[in-house]
């Protein structure tokens, strides 16, 4: 990286991307809490996702922001006290994104049970995932701050200046470094591994109910279904999963110079693709959303008679 600083129009185009993903993020929220139709314990977990991704896209436009101030060369523990709240909002929209696939296995394999869920238990739920990654967070704090220094030279992002690091440029890799940076690569690239066995589950769930349902609206539906999923797991592969298993191996085969830097400016293309792109796959892939995010914006109605099919009731077809 020339003299440690990012290219302007590299920084623009992020600054851009993420700026849509605010006004994207914030969309599905407000159509969220006015919609009832969207009130479903899946649609408010959607809804609690964007809220996060939202946080996600305010975090990356100020470093971005930072970036064209020309604020290079900061200490990693003041790059950690810009991100703290960043790192949070990320691990849960990663959580998240579990939870919801969760909530749409135990749908398709058990919808009687699923009706009769307790929203207490799923609160309950809640609140342990939050505490858990504000004790997971709470440890980077320490490790951060325990005065254990890392010695490691990296001609790409930072530089060793005494007991201190200089980070050239502050972004979530930097901000973590050595043990918290392997603990937050680690519990990531294993959720994102989990999600993906999530989905593929439903999906085999998906097709074997299919398979053994001959009522053709029945069929229809699940076909619905299954293609949405494909779009799912397709767009989480290929952005967040992609860019916590880049990271993970780089740090695990401990590479440094330019491959890392690559790995890192395209993983972070990935990660805010993923929180900032949401709003346009459930426009297209579900009515409800779409037809929500119309009303709201007062764009030009096309109907859509006939488009929503559901194998089981109160807008369950939602899977994303």
Known sequence: M?????????VLCFLTLSVVGIIGNLTIVLVTIINKTLHSRCCILIGIMAFFNIIVGIYVTQLRIMMLFGIYNILNTTCFLYSFYGIFAMNMQSILGLFIGLDRLYNVSSPIKYEIFSDSNQSICYYFCVLYNYFFVSYFFKICFSGRYSTISDITYSRSFS?????????PVTALYETSLQIWLCFNFVIAVSVIIVYGWTHIMCRNLRNNNLHIKTVESVNRILKSLIVVIAFYVSTWFLAMAALFIAEVLNLEGEPVYYIRRWSGWLVICNSSLHVFIYFWRTPDYRKAIIQLYRLPIRSEANSKVSVIPNNQVVLI
């Open 2 to 10: 020339p003299e440690s600083v990012v290219p302007v129009p590299l």
């Open 163 to 171: 007991e201190e690091i200089v980070i050239v440029v502050c972004i």
